[in-house]
């Protein structure tokens, strides 16, 4: 089954940071991906959700190396685009990201909030390409890396 397939299920997808990087910045493998599952929400009942944490995580690099045009495609993205919200950190999430934390010790904070966050709003399923969040059971977990060439 390819990603597509798999999505077509769920009216809600979070999107972690690294797949939204692929998106905006034309990652030669993963951007057609992206492309498909943005385009997806576009052409049906699909909402795509990420947290604000995503913002923080995304503007990094661009800012280090002083790509102003990368920092506006993202900014034009997040605060523009209609086809996906980004998520408020409140204490429920918080809590609920102590909670993951303590259960599956090897992720980090930043993923356990995005993780909470997906929870904390009934989202069912996560597109990443941190195979490590596979483990977590709260949430189907998609990796791009597993549909690669597939």
Do not use: C, W
């Amino acid at each position: 089954m390819n990603y597509i397939d798999e999505l077509r299920p769920y009216t809600k997808i979070f999107i972690d940071t690294a797949p939204l990087i692929y998106y905006i910045e034309d990652h030669p493998d993963y951007a057609e991906m992206m492309e498909d599952i943005v385009n997806l929400s576009l052409t049906s009942n699909v909402k795509l959700y990420s947290s604000v944490l995503t913002l923080t995580e995304v503007l990094v690099k661009p800012i280090q190396i002083k790509n102003n045009q990368i920092v506006q495609k993202f900014l034009d993205f997040f605060y523009k685009a209609e086809n996906i919200q980004l998520i408020d950190i409140t204490k429920n999430i918080a809590t609920e990201a102590g909670k993951l934390r303590g259960k599956y010790q090897s992720i980090k904070a930043f993923d356990a909030i995005q993780l909470a966050s997906a929870i904390d709003k009934g989202i069912n399923v996560l597109i990443t390409n941190d195979l490590q969040l596979k483990s977590i059971t709260e949430i189907k977990v998609l990796a791009l890396k597993d549909y690669l060439n597939k």
